[in-house]
Every structure is written in structure tokens, then in C-alpha cells.
């Protein structure tokens, strides 16, 4: 079955950086695209990253500039890289591709920006 791993999560001081890892099992990695959420305490999930198959990536504007997509096919891995962030990034962050109309989530990885 499909399994989403996150892992990379913690807490950093406003301005540091963050490498979030998503380890993908279960399905064909390379021809999916994979992207990004993020829970707040007391919001509503949102989009904050996707990369497709061919590598193109999206981002949400808040973090374009500051956040990086990337995918290694060969380790079914998606990567987050956080830079310069701050504290309205905290959150839950959760890996996320829908395949054959099922979404699939991870279980997600706190990320908590604080001095």
C-alpha cells in the first residue's frame, strides 16, 4: 500500500533553515507528483509546494524565494528545503500525492520556528 515517511521536522530560530524528507513506498514515485501542506494550530491545511514528475515545481508566494522542492527518483524521496524562516512557518507539515483520483497523506512532521 502507499506510505508517505516525513521526517526533518523540529525547531529552529527565526532565519534558519530546515531540510524536510518525504520517503514515498507503494506506488510508482517517479511518475507522480508530489507536493507539500502545512497545518497551523487552529487553520485550515494549505498548499505550500509540488514538483511534478519532470521536476517543475510550484510553491505557494509566501515561500517562493525562501523554499526549495526537489525530488530524487532513485531514493523516492521529495525534499523540502526551508530557508530564512519565520515564525508564521510553524506548523505541521505533510507529504502529499494523489494517485488514481485517492489522495495519500503522511503523518506529518512539526516544524517550529521560535527564538
Known amino acids: 500500500q502507499v506510505q508517505l515517511v516525513e521526517s526533518g521536522g523540529g525547531l529552529v530560530q527565526p532565519g534558519g533553515s530546515l531540510r524536510l524528507s518525504c520517503t514515498a513506498s507503494?506506488?510508482?514515485?517517479?511518475?507522480?507528483?508530489m507536493s507539500w501542506y502545512r497545518q497551523a494550530p487552529g487553520k485550515e491545511r494549505e498548499f505550500v509546494a509540488a514538483?511534478?514528475?519532470?521536476?517543475?515545481?510550484d510553491y505557494k508566494d509566501s515561500v517562493k524565494g525562501r523554499f526549495t522542492i526537489s525530488r530524487d527518483n532513485a531514493k523516492n524521496t521529495v525534499y523540502l528545503q526551508m530557508n530564512s524562516l519565520k515564525p508564521e512557518d510553524t506548523a505541521v507539515y505533510y507529504c502529499?500525492?494523489?494517485?488514481?483520483?485517492?489522495?495519500?497523506w503522511g503523518q506529518g512532521t512539526q516544524v517550529t520556528v521560535s527564538s
Open positions: 502529499y500525492t494523489r494517485i488514481l483520483s485517492t489522495p495519500n
Open positions: 507503494g506506488f510508482m514515485f517517479s511518475i507522480y507528483a
Open positions: 514538483i511534478g514528475p519532470s521536476g517543475m515545481p
